[in-house]
């Protein structure tokens, strides 16, 4: 089993700065990879940005250049920098884990945390 807690969310003006961090804990043997999806409302959920085992990283269309995915191992913590934020970024932000065992895939998921873009 894998937690995640999510922070850094907030309100920051159009052109501002963010960073969102996600801490895991319990056993992050078998975790494929890690990433952040956002979901405003009325919307689905969307890829944000995912991280591999091997630090290969992957963006959305809509965040590609403006924001950068990071991960300390030692703290097992995931890090999104945000920054040229746009009020389209406005979104609740989950912080995700894929776990790969035995040939199945287990997703984790945060709870959450708020980002909010005022232009």
């Known amino acids: 089993q894998v937690q995640l807690v999510e922070s850094g969310g907030g309100l920051v003006q159009a052109g501002g700065s963010l960073r969102l961090s996600c801490a895991a804990s319990?056993?992050?043997?078998?975790?494929?990879?890690m990433g952040w999806y956002r979901q405003a409302p009325g919307k689905q959920r969307e890829l944000v940005a995912v991280i591999t085992r091997d630090d290969s990283t992957n963006y959305g269309d809509s965040v590609k250049g403006r924001f950068s995915i990071s991960r300390d191992n030692a703290k097992k913590t995931v890090y999104l920098q945000m920054n040229s934020l746009k009020p389209e970024d406005t979104a609740v932000y989950y912080c995700?884990?894929?776990?790969?065992?035995?040939?199945?895939?287990?997703?984790?998921w945060g709870q959450g945390t708020q980002v909010t873009v005022s232009s």
């Open positions: 995700n884990a894929v776990d790969i065992r035995s040939g199945r895939r287990y997703d984790y």
């Open positions: 319990g056993s992050m043997f078998s975790i494929a990879h």
